[in-house]
């Protein structure tokens, strides 16, 4: 799958889309096609693909995760998982990995892979297996463009809320944290949120988690919230609750 380096152009877009999608909750954050070869309509792949999809559908929200393949020969196979919010409901991971499956399959059609993710879920399929590896390649970055009054302080307090959650994500059976830290001299909070996907092992959460937290300078240094992105996990933090209890 192929990745994108964020222009200022981009960025600005990608902050429209949040506001965008927090306001009207339809439109997904962003999403890649694969860059590998298309499939043919009407092709075992295609069927395989739509088999895989409705199962991701019907499998996901009961857990909040589903994975899976299907095809028998290995150039028919299609491979992918569906990961739903820790926070959020069965009705709205449905209706969240529901839309996914609409929404990728018109924007990359005839590719054998992509990904696309929501305030509540991702989705991300591909004609190879790629369960259980860190995915280093599909990854964005989305950010507050408000900036604190104390930067120093605040980035420190925000790596050390991320690096908790992220080690308290590796060890949940959901692979999933959320919690709050407050601001030493400050009258706010920080909330952060982290999370995998369940296909990854305990160590390979933690680093992935890790690698998305030293990202942070580099897209939201000194900013009131930011989110860095990614096919396997996410990390999150704003100065408002966003997770429900």
Not at 51 to 70: A, H
Not at 72 to 93: F, I, M, P, T, W
Not at 132 to 137: A, C, F, H, L, V
């Amino acid at each position: 799958m192929s990745s994108s380096k964020l222009s200022s152009p981009v960025t600005f877009l990608l902050i429209f889309a949040l506001v965008f999608q927090t306001c009207f909750g339809a439109n997904p954050l962003y999403h890649f096609c694969s860059s590998s070869q298309n499939f043919k309509a009407n092709s075992p792949y295609e069927s395989n693909l739509k088999t895989l999809i409705n199962s991701l559908i019907y499998r996901t929200p009961s857990t909040g995760f589903g994975v899976g393949s299907v095809g028998q020969y290995q150039n028919e196979k299609a491979y992918g998982l569906a990961l739903c919010r820790g926070d959020v409901s069965s009705s709205e991971c449905k209706t969240c990995v529901s839309d996914a499956t609409k929404e990728i399959l018109s924007r990359c059609p005839y590719n054998k892979g992509g990904i696309i993710w929501y305030d509540n879920c991702m989705l991300k399929y591909l004609d190879t297996d790629f369960f259980g590896k860190i995915d280093n390649t599909n990854k964005f970055s989305l950010l507050n463009v408000r900036n604190v009054s104390d930067p120093a302080m605040f980035n420190y307090m925000t790596k050390e809320l991320l690096s908790l959650l992220a080690y308290r994500a590796s060890l949940s059976p959901k692979m999933y944290a959320s919690g709050e830290l407050k601001i030493g001299g400050e009258s706010k909070d920080i909330y952060g949120l982290t999370q995998c996907t369940r296909d990854l092992s305990s160590s390979d959460c933690n680093k992935c988690l890790d690698d998305a937290i030293s990202q942070l300078p580099n897209c939201c240094d000194g900013k009131e919230g930011g989110r860095v992105v990614a096919g396997s996990c996410n990390i999150r933090y704003e100065i408002y609750p966003f997770v429900k209890a």
